[in-house]
């Protein structure tokens, strides 16, 4: 059973940083892209960022490219998301997907999703 565990939001001032991880269990975690997942209050979740299994190589939605940077440890079982520059529109639960291939993370695919963390919340404000 898959099992995820979000940690490290927090209340940010703009501009500031944080590193969100999810540590995963229940499956066999180098056999799957893995990434990340927001939801705004009011708005849809959406595709942040996401690493594959095969050959590291990343998505970033486009509002959080070269900003966003995600990170995986496969002998952790963890994956990160070192977040930098952050602004107000960041506000949101960030929620991990294991079960997803980074080729979904754009649109609206996030119901294909089939196990969630319990998210951890990131609010950016001064």
């Known amino acids: 059973q898959v099992h995820l565990v979000e940690s490290g939001g927090g209340l940010v001032q703009p501009g500031g940083s944080l590193r969100l991880s999810c540590a995963a269990s229940g499956f066999t975690f180098d056999d799957y892209a893995i990434g990340w997942f927001r939801q705004a209050p009011g708005k849809e979740r959406e595709g942040v960022s996401c690493?594959?299994?095969?050959?590291?190589?990343?998505y970033y939605a486009d509002s959080v490219k070269g900003r966003f940077t995600i990170s995986r440890d496969d002998a952790k079982n963890t994956v990160y998301l070192q977040m930098n520059s952050l602004k107000p529109e960041d506000t949101a639960v960030y929620y991990c997907?294991?079960?997803?291939?980074?080729?979904?993370?754009?649109?609206?695919?996030?119901?294909?999703?089939?196990?969630w963390g319990q998210g951890t919340q990131v609010t950016v404000s001064s």
């Open positions: 997907a294991a079960d997803l291939p980074c080729t979904y993370y754009s649109g609206s695919y996030y119901h294909m999703v089939g196990s």
């Open positions: 690493i594959s299994s095969i050959d590291g190589s990343t």
